[in-house]
């Protein structure tokens, strides 16, 4: 078991209804989003190279009442048998959005981690992209800090591929995330929010629409 912190919460705010709609969540365990995505009504696939953490996801869904499909894959490579309307990717990263309750990140984390999973994001948001009938959403979410391992990521994704476009955040759309979208239409919390209750991790998720 593990408590969720506060901005973990918001992302798959970001979906709006997923009522009865087929949602795929890449690196899902160990299932905090995908029980969020379940506790909406969504139907969903839950995708995790590591077996003994989907073991997990499903031990934690099962605790909850919930269930979803459990997919044993590398999201780099797997594809699903039909594009799907909406897909979540949360990405692996740095995890420097966590100091506030890891403040030895700062000893334990260097510029080639950052460089590594920049990379790794690279991969899984071109296979996530594929995933997207037309019209459908991705969101796209990381732990971290580090431009490199969000806005520049999501930059470069659009540059790479036309048929993607950003679909910013609007302030009326959820009036508790209107304090965290920053000037493009992201989300982005810091460990200085909400800092009259404890505060709350660094997170970064944009909103990016197929076009075609």
């Not at 897909?87 to 984390?109: F, W």
């Not at 493009?184 to 709350?200: C, F, I, S, V």
Request: proline fraction near 7%.
């Amino acid at each position: 078991r593990w408590v969720q912190d506060a901005a973990a919460a918001l992302p798959v705010a970001l979906f709006g209804d997923v009522v009865n709609s087929r949602v795929i969540d890449l690196c899902a365990a160990p299932g905090g989003k995908t029980a969020q995505l379940c506790s909406r009504g969504a139907d969903v696939v839950a995708v995790d190279r590591s077996r003994p953490r989907l073991r997990l996801l499903k031990e934690n869904l099962t605790r909850l009442g919930f269930s979803a499909e459990l997919i044993g894959a590398d999201a780099r490579d797997w594809r699903p048998c039909s594009p799907a309307k909406y897909v979540l990717l949360d990405a692996p990263c740095s995890a420097t959005g966590t100091i506030r309750r890891h403040p030895d990140i700062l000893h334990l984390k260097s510029p080639n981690d950052v460089e590594r999973a920049a990379a790794i994001q690279d991969r899984l948001l071109d296979s996530a992209a594929t995933m997207l009938e037309p019209g459908g959403i991705l969101v796209f979410a990381t732990c971290s800090l580090q431009p490199e391992e969000g806005l520049e990521r999501v930059d470069c994704l659009l540059a790479r591929r036309p048929e993607l476009e950003r679909a910013p955040l609007l302030p009326h759309e959820c009036e508790y995330l209107t304090p965290f979208i920053n000037e493009h239409g992201d989300l982005r919390t810091l460990p200085l929010h909400m800092a009259e209750q404890g505060g709350m991790d660094g997170f970064y998720a944009a909103r990016l629409k197929r076009k075609y």
